[in-house]
């Protein structure tokens, strides 16, 4: 089997990934935070050596400032539900996942204002538009570090530049950049940094999280929920520093095993040595895509300017039609359709029909780039 | 045998003690994770229990390290 739906999540993991989740269960299992007996203590230093490796990841100076939730999703919500008030004014691209999109126009309605950044039909970003759209009252940018549907960078640290000048927040989504591209909140000028576990970092689904940088006033962010954090127990208002104050409730530990062990791993192996494997990968499916003279290819169609997701149609043939024969004449796995990312599709020009999308990750090779061409030269003849 | 004289260092949440751990250890200071004491704070948290006679040297080394501390106590 070929498993090229990485960008919705990778598969497999790690084996180090496997076993910190069944040990964490097996010989840990105590709440962390929650009682003084050395179990719990333990499970607290699992989750902060997890909030260590994270923070390292990312370059983020206090692992305290490492909040942890179920998924990218809810740590994009905090950010953006917790900040924006009415009468802000926010400004957004136009190749952001739903995860970003649905918040925003739910913000709309109850009076934030928002600004959708037009990119380019290969999703690219121009830094100048997103400075022409700043206004008095703009508190946050925020942006997709690389496109979910087409794989395109955005200029996320010239993007912060702009957001420093102007004094705004600048909020990043890097579901698909987190462990499969370099970051560094420092100098890319990140005051948000949504991640999820179960993507490239190469952890188990349950696991993600927002880094909140200290440009944030922790007074004015809203958590998503309020509850029992193991620490103020006296008092009935939640605590107000981090990372209590936005995680209320019994984390997944056993995820967060898995995910410090995942980290970890890609620490030991070097985000940059991932990323030069990936692009050879990807510029090679790139290449082998666009040789067929009845495959359409969108995107840069350039390593260097995108990540290792590649968007294409097959001329004569549903993208659907295209997904199920990969499944099951070719027994490759990917991922058809809009992929939660209308305004991408939009700004690509393939909605609402959609795309066929392959997700290379840290475990493919080039044997099966090679195999899944062949299949896609076979479908692409039967069309 | 005469039991020695604690003190405990009282942080905000678990995951400070855990950072205050840390930095003892970094430092040479004995140091043990135990549950906040009741007649010294009525919270559910742990706290770091350290020897008296470590008190000053532990209270520079925290502050030196950032880590932000709510109280040193003896027992």
Known sequence: MIYFDNAATSWPKPPPVVEAITNCISEVGANPGRSGHRLSIEAGRIVYAAREAVAELFAARDPLRVVFGQNVTEALNLALRGLLRPGDHVITSSIEHNSVMRPLRALERRGVSLTIVQCSPEGFLDPAAVEAAVRPDTGMVALNHASNVVGTLLPVREVGQIARGHDLLLMVDAAQTGGAYPIDVESDMIDLLGFTGHKSLCGPMGTGGLIIGERVDLARLEPLKRGGTGSRSEYEEQPGFLPDLCESGTLNVPGLAGLRAAVRWLLERGVEGIRARETALTQSLLNGLQAISTVTVYGPLDNELQVATISFNVSGMECSEVGLRLDEEHDIMCRVGLHCSPAAHRTIGTFPAGTVRFGLGSFNTVEEVDLALAAVRTLAEEA | ???????????????????????????????????????????????????????????????????EVEGIQSL
Not at chain 2, 18 to 33: F, M, S, W
Not at chain 2, 36 to 43: A, G, N, Q, W
Not at chain 2, 51 to 66: F, S
């Open chain 2, 1 to 67: 045998m005469t039991r020695p004289e604690y003190a405990v260092v009282t942080v905000y949440s678990t995951s400070h003690a855990l950072r205050a751990e840390k930095v003892l250890q970094r430092v040479g200071i004995t140091n043990k994770l135990i549950p906040v004491p009741r007649r010294i704070s009525s919270d559910c948290g742990v706290c770091v229990r350290i020897l008296q006679v470590d008190a000053e040297p532990a209270r520079r080394a925290l502050e030196a390290a950032g880590v």
